[in-house]
Nanobody, 126 residues
Framework: QVQLVESGGGLVQAGGSLRLSCAAS????????MAWYRQASGKQRELVAT???????KYADSVKGRFTISRDNAKNTVYLQMNRLEPEDTAVYYC????????????????????WGQGTQVTVSS
């Protein structure tokens, strides 16, 4: 069983900052890419940022220059530093991880799983 737990959401004024964290736990053999997504009310879930196991990052155009994704492989944790927040950033933020469970590694089936966190609300007031 693998679990991803996000934290760090909240209410902030426009121009402010928040730092989200997402910790993966359970029977994990290895984690490849990790990512942050968000879903605003009435809209589809969208990709915000990704980071590979080697630290290569990619960002949605809407957050480039304002958000920074990072990870601590020793802690199986991914972070999202969000600066200069705008009301349009209001959404539920989810983390996801492409990983191999211990069971799948032992079986040797090459299966990669993608569990999701439960989401954390970020609200930016104008």
């Amino acid at each position: 069983q693998v679990q991803l737990v996000e934290s760090g959401g909240g209410l902030v004024q426009a121009g402010g900052s928040l730092r989200l964290s997402c910790a993966a736990s359970g029977s994990i053999f290895s984690i490849n890419a990790m990512a942050w997504y968000r879903q605003a009310s009435g809209k589809q879930r969208e990709l915000v940022a990704t980071i590979s196991s080697h630290g290569i990052t990619k960002y949605a155009d809407s957050v480039k220059g304002r958000f920074t994704i990072s990870r601590d492989n020793a802690k199986n944790t991914v972070y999202l530093q969000m600066n200069r927040l705008e009301p349009e950033d209001t959404a539920v933020y989810y983390c996801a991880a492409d990983l191999i469970t211990t069971r799948d590694a032992l079986v040797g089936n090459g299966r990669e799983s993608r569990p999701w966190g439960q989401g954390t609300q970020v609200t930016v007031s104008s």
